[in-house]
């Protein structure tokens, strides 16, 4: 088990600097009344998708690309944001972009990602039953597939947590969310090759459980279900992968509730106006839960997204 290296993350640094500028990094004095904490906000929800996940899209694809030109087309599975990366990711390098998507996924998510290309298809109850489908299609279709954690997937989405490390060094605990592991990876990897000591808290929800489970028990640990609103943290089967390396680096896991995503969302945009999706806004409500915990040190937040759809932001603010 290996974490990319300081120089895999600056690498991709550079592929994924050709297409947007880094994302930016604010103190919140508001969010500091609320949570007894210095509040910095890594702002992965100011992409061209909303979301972090297009860095490791960025990043994939152009790996891709160079080691395989003729490569007829992608497919990869997903809840939204990693589907938004690849498909334009995808469009950028002039390679087809086929996405699964659970049935009632976010229509909004949905939407975007055919309107950056994608050939969209809905097949299964959750994340795991499209996923297990799209290696069906890949393999009919001749047709190369993108996993939900791959190393040039972490490496890219690191590039986020080299520039909040870059920026704010001596931060005493970062809260990042966990869907697949790739984020929570980046970060770890990226904290590791810059020698910090800044704690890194994984943040998953109630609801979806298996890393917090394969946390306590050592090993990957699946679950039944995830069903959970914040659709990016809807994982019941972990990557074994990624589990190591969260077990191995990580401080802790953290679980939210339901209704402590929903008020997280809601204090995003009163304290800062910014949307939050509830994956992004789960580290928040993690911080919350910690309150006495982190009293007075100064504490990291990575919103990892705004993709939430109008049903269930208008929810968050009622």
């Known amino acids: 088990m290996t974490i990319p290296t300081l120089d895999d993350i600056t690498a991709a640094r550079d592929i994924v600097a050709r297409h947007m500028a880094p994302t930016p990094v604010i103190r919140w004095p508001l969010l500091g009344l609320r949570t007894g904490a210095e509040v910095?906000?890594?702002?992965?929800?100011?992409?061209?998708?909303?979301?972090?996940?297009?860095?490791?899209?960025?990043?994939?694809?152009?790996?891709?690309?160079?080691?395989?030109?003729?490569?007829?087309?992608?497919?990869?599975?997903?809840?939204?944001?990693?589907?938004?990366?690849?498909?334009?990711?995808?469009?950028?390098?002039?390679?087809?972009a086929t996405v699964l998507v659970p049935h009632g996924n976010n229509p909004e998510k949905n939407a975007a990602m055919k309107a950056f290309g994608a050939e969209l298809i809905e097949h299964g109850d959750d994340f795991q039953e499209a996923y297990e489908y799209s290696a069906v299609l890949a393999s009919e279709r001749g047709l190369h597939p993108i996993p939900?954690?791959?190393?040039?997937?972490?490496?890219?989405?690191?590039?986020?947590?080299?520039?909040?490390?870059?920026?704010?060094?001596?931060?005493?605990?970062?809260?990042?969310?966990?869907?697949?592991?790739?984020?929570?990876?980046?970060?770890?990897?990226?904290?590791?090759?810059?020698?910090?000591?800044?704690?890194?808290?994984?943040?998953?929800?109630?609801?979806?459980?298996?890393?917090?489970?394969?946390?306590?028990?050592?090993?990957?640990?699946?679950?039944?279900?995830?069903?959970?609103?914040?659709?990016?943290?809807?994982?019941?089967?972990?990557?074994?992968?990624?589990?190591?390396?969260?077990?191995?680096?990580?401080?802790?896991?953290?679980?939210?509730?339901?209704?402590?995503?929903l008020a997280a969302m809601a204090h995003y945009f009163t304290d800062t106006h910014n949307v939050a999706e509830g994956a992004g806004a789960a580290p928040l409500a993690a911080l919350l839960s910690e309150r006495d915990k982190m009293a007075g040190k100064k504490v990291g937040l990575i919103l990892t997204g705004g993709n939430a759809d109008k049903a269930l932001f208008s929810r968050a603010l009622s």
């Open 148 to 261: 939900p954690y791959h190393p040039w997937l972490v490496e890219g989405v690191g590039t986020y947590a080299l520039e909040l490390l870059g920026a704010e060094p001596d931060l005493d605990t970062v809260y990042v969310p966990i869907g697949m592991g790739s984020g929570i990876s980046g970060m770890i990897a990226a904290r590791e090759g810059l020698g910090l000591t800044t704690k890194i808290v994984g943040v998953v929800s109630e609801n979806a459980p298996c890393y917090a489970l394969s946390f306590d028990a050592g090993k990957p640990v699946a679950t039944n279900a995830a069903d959970t609103l914040a659709d990016g943290l809807a994982c019941r089967t972990p990557n074994p992968v990624a589990v190591a390396v969260v077990n191995k680096w990580a401080e802790r896991i953290v679980k939210v509730g339901e209704d402590e995503i």
């Open 40 to 96: 910095w906000v890594k702002h992965e929800n100011h992409t061209a998708i909303g979301a972090f996940k297009i860095r490791g899209g960025l990043n994939f694809m152009a790996r891709l690309k160079a080691s395989q030109p003729d490569c007829p087309g992608v497919i990869t599975a997903t809840r939204g944001n990693h589907g938004q990366s690849v498909a334009l990711a995808a469009a950028q390098v002039g390679m087809k």
